[in-house]
C-alpha cells in the first residue's frame, strides 16, 4: 500500500458541521449557496469520504451559508435565499421529501420532489458513440430551464484518504443509503457550473500541445512507414502536435500470444525493431507520443515484462500463470503503473490511450475499472510530467486519453468518444453532443475526426467534419484500417485537400486563443443557452456553441447544393453586432437567419469586443510551441480584453532555470472604444513580433504607435487596408486596416496603437459579392437576370426589405435564392 500513497491528492470532503442538519437517519448539507447535500441511511452512519463526484464539501475561506431551521416532532424545514425544503423525517419519498425555489423561471414556478425527473433537463453526456449512427441518449446534467437539478452520487466510487479507493458502505444499491446533491441556481447556469466544479474538483489545464493536431489510424505501421508519413505532414506543412499509435505497436497476431491479441505490452519488433529510437525520432519531429493500450486481459508469460510483473507482485514467474488485470488491487495498480508501464514509457510513450470497453463491473462491487484507470493513470502521468518539468504535482501538464466514466471525469481528460460512424448523420449530432457535455463539466471530448468505420468515400464529409475538428476541444483524425478510409489530406481531391490542408494550419494558429482560454473556470465549447439562458432561441439551436470567450460557431453539417456549391446553416446571432470572421459580414444582433458558405469556411461568429490572438507564422510548425509572432484580430465597437497565456516550457527553446520553469507569461490585450486606443502589455512585450487586423475598419486618418509612451515614427509603421478577398492564408482574415509594428525595444512594457476615437464597423457593400456568387451559380441566365434586377435596383423605392420581398416572391428554389437574401439581410447595402 505504500506505493499508492504518492496518489493522495488533496482534498476537502468533510463539511463544516454548522452547515449541516442532522437526524437518526438523514442528513442535510448545505454546500456554498446553490447546492444543497441529502443523505438517507438507515443504520445511521452518513458518508465523509470523497467520491468520485464530490471532492469537496467545505472550502477554506467560505462561511457557512445562511439557513433557518423549523422543525416538530414529524416535520423539518430548511429554508435559505434560495430553497425551501419540507421532510417528513421518514425514508425519502416524494410525498415526503420536496425543495422549493425563489428564483422566478418559469410562470408555474418550480419543486423538485425526491425521486422525480426533470423532463426539462438539458442533458450531460455519453460514456461512448461506439457504433451510433446520429443521436443517442446524453444523460443527464445539472443545467435545466427549470433552474434546479439533481445528481444521484448514491453508487459512486469513493477514495479512502491515502492514495487508493474503496466502495460505499452496504446498502447503497438497495436505498438503505442515499446520497443526492440538489443544485438551485435559477438561470446561472455559469455560476451552477462554477459550484459543479467547486465540489468536484477543477478541470485541469491540458498541456499546450494537446491542443494541436493530432495523427491517429488504426493501421499496422512500421517505424519506417510512421516516421516517411509524419515528413510528409512536414513537406505538406500541415503541423501536428500528436502521434497517435493504435493498438498494433504490440503483438497481436503472433504464434506467442495466447488470447485474442488486444491487449499487449511488447513491441512487434517486426514493425518496430528499435522502439526507443521510434520513440526519439517521433519526439525530434516535436511530437508527443501516445500508445494504445486495450488492458482487460491483463499480463501473460509471453511479455516481456512478465517476469519484472510477477516478481513486484510476489509471484514465482516460473509458473508461467496470467497476471489477471485487476485494478481493484493496490499491490497490483502500483505494479501495473510502476513497473509495467513505466518501462514503456522510457522508451518514449508521453501519455496512454486507455481503450476500455468492458463495462463498470470489477471483483469489487461498486468499483468501476475505467473510473480506476482514468484516476490513477491521469495522476500517475501528472507526477511524470512534474518531474519532467520540474513543477509541483499539482500544477504539472498531465495527461491520458480515455472514456468517459461519470461525473467527476472532467478531472481526466482528454475523452475519447469511440468508434464514430462515417455517415453525415454522425457528423450532424457530434457539435450538439461536444456542447452538451459542457452540462456536467465534461469539456475536452476528442472524437474520431472524419469517422472510423462503416460509411464510405465522401470528401465533403471528411472537409466539414475536420472543419468541426477545427472548432472542437480536441482535433484528431482517425480511421480503421480500411485502405479506402485513411484522413491523410493529400489522398483527396484537390478542390477539398486545400482546404483541409489550410484548416489544420488554422488549428495550429489558434492554439495562444485556446491556451489562454482553456485556462479558465468554464469549458472551452458551450451551448449557447449558458449565455443566453433567458432567451428561446439560444435553446433552439442545439448545434450552434461559443468556442472560448469571443467565438460562436455554427459548423455546416449537411451537403452542399450542386448548383451553388453552397451549404446552408440555421444560425442565431445573439444581440449586439457579430462579424463573420472568414467572410467579413457584418450582421446586426438578435436576429436569425439562414448562413450559406462554400467549402473554405463555416459561421464563424465574433461579437464587438473581441479580441482573437492568433499564430503570426501562416504554416506553423509541430509541437505548438509559444508563437515568435502574433497576429491580433481586434472587432471594433465595444471595449474588449484578452489575457494571453504563455508557459516558459513550451518555448521552442525552454530556459532551465526555476523561474522560467514556474512562472507564467501573462501578455494583456486591451481596447477602449471610446478612445480607439489597443494596449498590449507583458514583462517584454518585445519578445513578439506584432501584427494588429482591426476587423472591419475601413481606414483612420491617423495612427499613431507608441512604446512606454514614446511615440514610434510613422514610417517604422506597416499600416495598409486589406479587403480581405484575395487572402487565402490559413484562418480568420477579414476585411479590415493591418498594423504591423517594427520590432521593439528590448525591454519594452506597453504598446498602444491609436485609431481615432469611437471607430465603427464598416457598413460593407454587398453588390461585387452577390455579382461574383451569381456568376458562379450553375443555373438559367434567365434566373440569374431576375435575381440580379432585383439586387441591382437602384430605385429610392426599392429598400432592402421591398428587395427582400421580391426575390422571395419569385418562387425560386431556396438553394439558389438563400445566399442572395443572406448579405441583403446582414447590415450592409447594394
Known amino acids: 500500500m505504500e506505493g499508492m500513497a504518492k496518489y493522495k491528492f488533496p482534498c476537502n470532503p468533510v463539511a463544516d458541521a454548522a452547515s449541516t442538519v442532522t437526524g437518526p437517519q438523514y442528513r442535510f448539507t448545505l454546500i456554498g449557496d446553490m447546492v444543497l447535500r441529502y443523505e438517507w441511511a438507515s443504520d445511521g452512519v452518513f458518508e465523509d469520504r470523497a467520491s468520485t463526484f464530490a471532492l469537496n464539501r467545505r472550502f477554506s475561506g467560505v462561511p457557512v451559508p445562511k ?108 436505498g438503505d443509503r442515499i446520497d443526492g446533491y440538489l443544485f438551485c441556481y435559477g438561470r446561472d447556469y455559469a455560476g451552477a457550473m462554477r459550484a459543479f466544479y467547486a465540489i468536484s474538483g477543477q478541470p485541469p489545464r491540458i498541456p499546450r500541445w494537446a491542443l494541436g493536431n493530432w495523427w491517429s489510424r488504426f493501421h499496422r505501421y512500421t517505424a519506417e512507414s510512421y516516421l516517411r508519413l509524419m515528413d510528409r505532414f512536414a513537406a505538406e506543412q500541415i503541423p501536428l502536435s500528436v502521434a497517435v499509435i493504435d493498438m498494433d505497436w504490440h503483438l497481436v497476431n503472433d504464434e506467442r500470444v495466447p488470447h485474442a491479441g488486444w491487449t499487449g505490452y511488447t513491441w512487434d519488433k517486426s514493425l518496430f525493431p528499435d522502439p526507443t529510437a521510434f520513440g526519439e525520432a517521433l519526439h525530434d519531429r516535436q511530437l508527443k507520443v501516445t500508445l494504445n493500450d486495450h488492458p482487460h486481459l491483463g499480463i501473460h508469460h509471453h511479455e516481456d515484462l512478465y517476469e519484472s510483473m510477477a516478481t513486484a507482485l510476489g509471484r514465482d514467474p516460473t509458473t508461467k500463470s496470467p497476471i489477471a488485470f485487476d485494478p481493484t488491487d493496490p499491490l497490483f495498480m502500483d505494479a501495473w503503473l510502476n513497473v509495467l508501464h513505466r518501462a514503456l514509457e522510457k522508451q518514449g510513450c ?153 484548416a489544420m494550419q488554422l488549428r495550429h494558429r489558434l492554439v495562444p486563443y485556446l491556451y489562454a482560454s482553456a485556462s479558465g473556470d468554464l469549458p472551452l465549447v458551450r451551448p449557447m443557452y449558458w449565455a443566453h439562458p433567458t432567451r428561446d432561441e439560444a435553446y433552439a439551436y442545439p448545434n450552434q456553441y461559443t468556442f472560448g470567450p469571443s467565438l460562436i460557431v455554427a459548423p455546416i453539417v449537411h451537403k452542399r447544393d450542386v448548383r451553388t456549391g453552397r451549404s446552408k446553416a440555421k444560425v442565431w446571432v445573439p444581440p449586439q453586432r457579430h462579424v463573420d470572421l472568414f467572410t467579413g459580414c457584418v450582421y446586426d444582433g438578435d436576429r436569425e437567419l439562414d448562413m450559406y458558405r462554400t467549402i473554405d469556411c463555416v459561421p464563424v461568429l465574433a461579437p464587438e469586443g473581441s479580441i482573437i490572438p492568433l499564430d503570426g507564422n501562416q504554416a506553423p510548425e509541430n509541437g505548438c510551441h509559444n508563437p515568435v509572432s502574433l497576429e491580433v484580430l481586434v472587432v471594433i465597437g465595444r471595449d474588449g480584453r484578452f489575457r494571453l497565456v504563455e508557459d516558459p516550457l513550451d518555448d521552442a527553446v525552454p530556459k532551465n532555470s526555476e523561474a522560467s520553469n514556474n512562472r507564467e507569461r501573462i501578455i494583456e490585450i486591451d481596447f477602449q472604444q471610446t478612445t480607439g486606443q489597443l ?105 440569374k437576370d431576375a435575381i440580379w434586377k432585383i439586387v441591382d435596383s437602384t430605385s429610392s423605392t426599392q429598400s432592402t426589405g421591398v428587395k427582400l420581398g421580391r426575390l422571395l416572391s419569385l418562387g425560386l428554389d431556396e438553394a439558389l435564392v438563400g445566399p442572395v437574401v443572406e448579405l441583403l439581410a446582414a447590415d450592409g447595402r447594394v
Not at 444523460?139 to 453508487?155: E, K, T
Not at 472510423?452 to 467534419?465: F, I, N, Q, S
Request: proline share 6%.
Open 67 to 174: 439557513f433557518t431551521v423549523t422543525e416538530t416532532d414529524d416535520r423539518l424545514e430548511i429554508v435559505t435565499p434560495t430553497l425551501h425544503l419540507s421532510y417528513d423525517k421518514q425514508r425519502f419519498s416524494a410525498n415526503g421529501l420536496h425543495v422549493t425555489f425563489g428564483a422566478k423561471v418559469t410562470l408555474w414556478g418550480a419543486e423538485w420532489r425526491f425521486g422525480s425527473e426533470d423532463a426539462s433537463n438539458l442533458g450531460g453526456t455519453a460514456r461512448t458513440l461506439d457504433e451510433i449512427d446520429g443521436r443517442c441518449d446524453m444523460g443527464q446534467g445539472i443545467l435545466s430551464p427549470a433552474g434546479y437539478a439533481a445528481l444521484d452520487d448514491s453508487q459512486s466510487m469513493l477514495f479512502d484518504g491515502e492514495g487508493f479507493v474503496a466502495p460505499r458502505r452496504a446498502g447503497s444499491d438497495k
Open 679 to 783: 494596449k498590449i502589455t507583458a514583462d517584454n512585450v518585445a519578445s513578439k513580433n506584432w501584427s494588429v487586423r482591426f476587423v472591419s475598419l475601413p481606414k483612420a486618418d491617423k495612427i499613431a504607435v507608441s512604446v512606454d509612451g514614446v511615440p514610434l515614427p510613422g514610417e517604422d509603421v506597416v499600416v495598409r487596408v486589406d479587403d480581405g478577398r484575395e487572402d487565402a492564408s490559413p484562418g480568420p482574415s477579414p476585411p479590415g486596416l493591418v498594423v504591423t509594428l517594427p520590432k521593439l525595444p528590448q525591454g519594452s512594457k506597453t504598446v498602444t496603437i491609436d485609431v481615432g476615437p469611437n471607430p465603427q464597423l464598416a457598413v460593407h457593400n454587398h453588390r461585387e459579392t452577390i455579382h461574383a456568387m451569381l456568376l458562379d451559380v450553375q443555373a438559367d441566365f434567365a434566373v
Open 350 to 502: 508521453d501519455f496512454w490511450w486507455i481503450d476500455w470497453q468492458q463495462g463498470p463491473l470489477s471483483r469489487v462491487p461498486g468499483l468501476d475499472p475505467l473510473w480506476l484507470l482514468n484516476h490513477f493513470h491521469f495522476l500517475d502521468n501528472r507526477l511524470q510530467a512534474a518531474e519532467g518539468d520540474g513543477k509541483d504535482g499539482d500544477n504539472s501538464r498531465g495527461l491520458i486519453f480515455s472514456r468517459y466514466a461519470g461525473p467527476g471525469s472532467h478531472r481526466y481528460p482528454v475523452g475519447f468518444s469511440g468508434d464514430s460512424i462515417t455517415t453525415w448523420a454522425s457528423l450532424q449530432f457530434q457539435p450538439e453532443f461536444t456542447a452538451t457535455a459542457a452540462n456536467i463539466g465534461y469539456g475536452w471530448w476528442s472524437h474520431d475526426i472524419g469517422g472510423h468505420m462503416h460509411g464510405g468515400r465522401d470528401d465533403e464529409l471528411a472537409t466539414r467534419w475536420l472543419q468541426l475538428g477545427v472548432f472542437s476541444p480536441v482535433l484528431r483524425l482517425h480511421s480503421s484500417n480500411s485502405p479506402w478510409a485513411s484522413k491523410e489530406p493529400w489522398l483527396y481531391r484537390k478542390e477539398y485537400y486545400g482546404v483541409m490542408r489550410r
